[in-house]
């Protein structure tokens, strides 16, 4: 789903789109806690979830919602039977991307008593978890041979938010295998990106 049709979030300098890179790395505070917010807000509603995209305001308000509260009874004879639907509930993720192909996934569940939206993770575009400011100090990243511009914009996003620095270990931009290191170093975070060639 277009992470665009959540609307616009507060920047440094103006409003922007939601950042799958920045919900990672600021959850459950900041941009984080926004962007949950604004998906709570915004699926509840048959009209507003259908504004975020037609197929999944159907799915929970049309389809989903309507079946929990659905009962069937048949009479046989005097005897009757019946079956309540009340207690379906209903689960499953849906993706959140930007045009450079990261994505923020969040888990939604329907049941009688409503719903609820839980944050699953935020992605770039090579399948990789972005890293939280609130993860424990050392993390690593990999990435196969396409990962060298993914891990250097990771490491710079991560040196940037903490005040830090990163560098480059090895040749690149051609590498077999990228690994992206970081470790907190008190009031900044370090990083290093080695290329295997």
């Excluded at 900041?30 to 979830?49: H, I, K, T, W, Y």
């Excluded at 079946?67 to 005897?79: K, L, P, R």
């Excluded at 490491?155 to 295998?177: E, H, K, L, M, Q």
Aim: hydrophobic share 30%.
């Amino acid at each position: 789903m277009d992470i665009t049709n959540l609307g616009l979030t507060y920047g440094e300098i103006a409003p922007r789109y939601f950042d799958p890179q920045r919900i990672g790395w600021d959850y459950p505070s900041g941009e984080g806690f926004r962007f949950m917010d604004r998906v709570n807000d915004l699926v509840s509603g048959a009209n507003s979830a259908g504004s975020v995209d037609s197929r999944l305001g159907r799915l929970i308000h049309g389809i989903i919602k309507p079946a929990q509260s659905a009962y069937i009874e048949g009479s046989a004879e005097g005897v009757t039977g019946g079956v309540n639907f009340s207690s379906v509930g209903s689960e499953f993720t849906v993706d959140f991307c930007s045009s450079d192909g990261s994505c923020t996934r969040v888990k939604i569940t329907v049941t009688a008593n409503g719903l609820k939206s839980e944050y699953v993770g935020s992605r770039d575009k090579y399948d990789v978890q972005y890293p939280s400011e609130n993860e424990n100090s050392p993390f690593r990243r990999n990435w196969g041979r396409n990962g060298f511009e993914a891990a250097r914009d990771m490491a710079a996003f991560v040196a940037s938010r903490s005040g830090g620095n990163y560098t480059i270990d090895g040749g690149g931009p051609i590498c077999t295998r990228v690994v992206l290191a970081c470790s907190d170093a008190g009031a900044q975070w370090l990083c290093t990106v080695y290329c295997q060639q």
